[in-house]
């Protein structure tokens, strides 16, 4: 039977930044909650991956943008501090350069909604701007964007190749995932009964409708099922042995959603590969749950 790799198809080296962002998802129950998504976009003349971290603790709130340097170990980066008591600090503008060309960041978070992860659920746009054109919007607000920024949307649609985020929870585990055709998002839940005297067993739902059931977990604790999302295959692998046999479930459950048919060693590649295939690369959205007492 195979292992899900604890390390992220597409990751961004942590080592890399002015200061550490995010914690290890798998190493011990992480201080940070955080999500972070791998947007593939033209900016200065090529196409680069962009990393958006959203990243939130019990004294910080923040918004990590990197944009991808092939050419050297340090990329390029812009932090916003989303935790801040002043009302017009939620909306701003920062910029940086890229290859000596300059990148505009517009951000309206003043009525952003949240629940309890990081990364806002509606109201609100980040908008990354080089060149007069509009290269990435984020959010639900894109029409506000566009007017703010005067600029015109780039030429080239930025594709979202990757999505990685830490979630806690007793025993259910909600997140959404771009899957199937389009950019629509689909909602995903997780639930266990681990305890109890019937064998410990899974359920993973996408938009209400049971796709999955797993009994045996004990002798099941590692798989892979291909459902249709959409008239679509989409892979759905999990490894929640330490939810079993980590002490107190006290370690992290993986779960990999992936478009595309059954290739289990796709998931194997490295990371920096993967990446710079082309903006056609099927979606791939990893998730880390944390059981919670």
Not at 9 to 15: A, D, L, R, Y
Not at 62 to 83: A, G, Q, T
Not at 125 to 145: M, P, T, W
Not at 246 to 263: R, W
């Amino acid at each position: 039977m195979f292992r899900i790799p604890v390390e992220s198809v597409i990751s961004f080296n942590e080592g890399q930044l002015k200061e550490k962002t995010v914690d290890d998802p798998t190493a011990d129950k992480p201080t940070q909650n955080f999500v972070t998504f791998i947007h593939r976009a033209k900016l200065a003349d090529m196409f680069r991956n962009i990393t958006v971290t959203w990243s939130k603790n019990m004294i910080s709130h923040s918004l990590y943008i990197m944009v991808e340097n092939p050419y050297e170990e340090d990329h390029y980066m812009c932090k916003i501090d989303l935790k801040t008591w002043q009302f017009w600090g939620k909306k701003g503008l920062k910029s940086f350069k890229v290859d000596e060309k300059r990148v505009d960041v517009f951000w309206d978070l003043r009525s952003a909604k949240f629940t309890s992860s990081p990364e806002p659920t509606s109201d609100y746009y980040v908008a990354l701007v080089s060149e007069e054109e509009v290269v990435l919007v984020l959010g639900d607000q894109k029409k506000e964007a566009f007017k703010r920024t005067k600029c015109r949307p780039s030429l080239e649609d930025a594709a979202l190749v990757h999505k990685k985020e830490i979630v806690f929870a007793k025993k259910c585990f909600c997140t959404k995932s771009t899957l199937g055709p389009g950019k629509k998002e689909h909602n995903i839940i997780i639930e266990s009964a681990l305890s109890g005297p019937c064998d410990p067993e899974m359920w993973i739902s996408v938009d209400g409708t049971a796709s999955i059931r797993i009994t045996n977990l004990h002798w099941r604790f590692r798989g892979n099922e291909t459902i249709m999302v959409d008239d679509l295959p989409v892979q759905i692998l999990w490894d929640v042995h330490d939810w079993l046999y980590n002490g107190q479930h006290s370690g992290a459950g993986v779960f990999i959603f992936k478009q595309g048919a059954d290739e289990p060693e796709s998931i194997h590649r490295e990371g920096e590969d993967l990446a710079k295939q082309s903006s056609s690369i099927d979606f791939c959205h990893f998730l880390y749950a944390w059981k919670t007492e």
